[in-house]
């Protein structure tokens, strides 16, 4: 795995973010999304999840990598037996942290979860990241059936790119494809 490749994918990721909430207005902020049920605002959100949540999928990984493959293939089975819980839970989450949250305070929360990527990041070894586990493939389609920690560490930007080509903020907010 390349280390600053990723490194670079989150400050890269970060930096859009940034952009993206600076340069959107109110109308641009509450306009629907395009492909989703979320307003710009609320897919803006959902953006910033795939990076909060990343703490405990590192954790999980970690956990379930020590384990015989047949307890992490239990557990993705379990876990896609509720993706319509999941998928409702992670809709409304996003609605109601589009409204709850204010730009300000999503820029300062994608920047701790993605320093707090870099720091662990760089304590990973090779072996850590070449540790993996069978996942919940039906929740996320950037989610694998098998994943390793490596993996993981890609997922957000993945997420965050995907995404970012649904919203419907004005031309001139949007920084360019890199």
């Not at 109110?26 to 999840?49: K, P």
């Not at 089975?77 to 819980?85: E, I, K």
Request: glycine share 8%.
């Amino acid at each position: 795995m390349d280390k600053q490749a990723v490194h670079d994918d989150l400050d890269r990721a970060y930096a859009t973010f940034r952009l993206l909430l600076d340069g959107a207005g109110e109308a641009d902020l509450r306009r629907a999304s395009n492909g989703t049920r979320w307003t710009n605002q609320q897919l803006l959100f959902h953006m910033l999840l795939g990076y909060l949540i990343m703490q405990a999928l590192l954790r999980v990984v970690r956990l379930f990598g020590r384990l015989p493959s047949g307890a992490s293939r239990a557990y993705a089975r379990l876990l896609n037996a509720a993706t319509r819980p999941f998928d409702t839970v992670n809709y409304a989450g996003s609605c109601l942290g589009g409204k709850i949250l204010g730009e300000r305070r999503m820029i300062v929360m994608f920047g701790r979860a993605v320093a707090m990527l870099h720091r662990r990041l760089d304590t990973e070894t090779d072996t850590d990241l070449a540790r993996g586990m069978h996942y919940p493939d039906r929740w996320d389609p950037f989610f694998g059936e098998f994943m390793t920690l490596a993996d993981i560490y890609r997922f957000p930007t993945q997420h965050f790119d995907f995404h970012r080509r649904q919203l419907t903020l004005s031309a001139a907010s949007e920084p360019d494809d890199t």
